[in-house]
C-alpha cells in the first residue's frame, strides 16, 4: 500500500528540509509506502532549488512547479490529480500540523467504516486574537446559512481514501474552497484533535485583508444565502417605505404641511442608495464567480515537474 504525502509550498525554502526530516522518523513507524509531492506554488526564494535536492537525494519526492503564484487551493488539485497512492494526506510545510500524527490517523483509517481522518485545532494560541476572532464568526456564519456543515479549527490536514480523492478530482469547479469540497463529497469523516503549533521557521502568507477575503469565498462558494438576504432587505424596505409613506400623507392631511424633514430625507436617501449598492455587490461578487467559472481556464500551469 502506498500514502501521498501532498506539501504545498509557497516560500518554504526553510521548512522543507525540516519537514522531510520530521517525516523520515514517521516513515519508520508506517506500514505504507511513501511517495511525496510537493508543489511549488510560484514561491520567490530558493524553493524549487531546495525541492530539486531533495528529489536527487531521495527518488520517492517529487514536485511540481507552478509557473506563477495560483494559490493554495490550486496546488492542493494539482497535488490530488497527481497523487498515486493508496491513502492521500495534506499537509503543510511549515511542521504546524504535526506529522506525528499520521501513524494514529493510519490506525484509525484502518476501519472499513472510516473514510477520512482530519484533524481539528483546539486551540489558537500564538494567533493574533482578532484573527481568532473572526475565524470562529466565519464558522459560525458559514454553519449557519452555508450548505455544508464545516467543522471549526478543521485543518486541510487529513489522510484520506482513493474513493473519496477521486470524488474530491470530479468536483473540477474553478473557484476551489477545498475546506467546503472536503465537507461537500460526504464520505465518514473522523477528527483528531490536537494543540495549534506554531511555523517552525519562514512566515504566514496569509494577511488579515487575505484571510477576510478567503472567508468570503468560503461563504459565497457554498451557499446563496446572500443573495436571499439581500431579497429580503430589500422587501423589508419596501414594507417600511409604505408604512411611512402612508403616515405621511395622514399626517398631512391631518396637521397641514410644514416644510421640515430636510436632514432625515437625506439620510433615508442615503440609506437606500447604501443598501442598494451593497445588494449590487452581493450579485456582483456571485456574477464575478460565474464569469471566472465561465472561462474554464486552467486551475493551475506547470513549469517544471519531476
Ligand atoms: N501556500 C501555498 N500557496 C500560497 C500560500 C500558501 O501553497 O499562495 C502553502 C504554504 O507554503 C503552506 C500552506 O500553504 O505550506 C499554508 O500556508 P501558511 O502556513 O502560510 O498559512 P497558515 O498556516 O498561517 O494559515
Ligand atoms: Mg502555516
Known sequence: MKLSVIVP???EQETIPLFL?????????????????????GSKDQTLNVLREAHQQNERVHYL????NFGKESALYAGLQKATGDYVTVMDADLQDPPAMLVEMYQKIQD???DCVGTRR????????????FAKLF??????????????????FRLMTRQMVDSILELTEYNRFTKGLFV?????TIYLEYEN??????????SFLGLLSYSVDGIVNFSDAPLKIATWIGSLSCVVAMISLLFIVIRTLLCGDPVAGWPSMISIMLLLGGIQLLCLGIIGKYIGKIFLETKKRPIYVIREEA
Not at 22 to 40: C, D, S, T
Open 9 to 11: 509550498c509557497y516560500n
Open 197 to 206: 503549533v506554531e511555523r517552525v521557521a519562514g512566515e504566514t502568507s496569509w
Open 122 to 133: 483546539v486551540t489558537r494560541k500564538g494567533e493574533p486574537p482578532i484573527r481568532s476572532a
Open 21 to 41: 526530516a520530521e517525516m523520515a522518523k514517521v516513515e519508520a513507524q508506517l506500514p505504507l509506502e511513501v511517495e511525496y509531492l510537493f508543489i511549488n506554488d
Open 184 to 188: 461537500w463529497v460526504g464520505f465518514n
Open 139 to 156: 464558522y459560525k456564519i458559514v454553519n449557519k446559512i452555508g450548505q455544508v456543515e464545516m467543522v471549526d479549527g478543521a485543518r486541510d
Open 65 to 68: 512547479s507552478f509557473s506563477r
Open 112 to 114: 472499513p467504516e472510516v
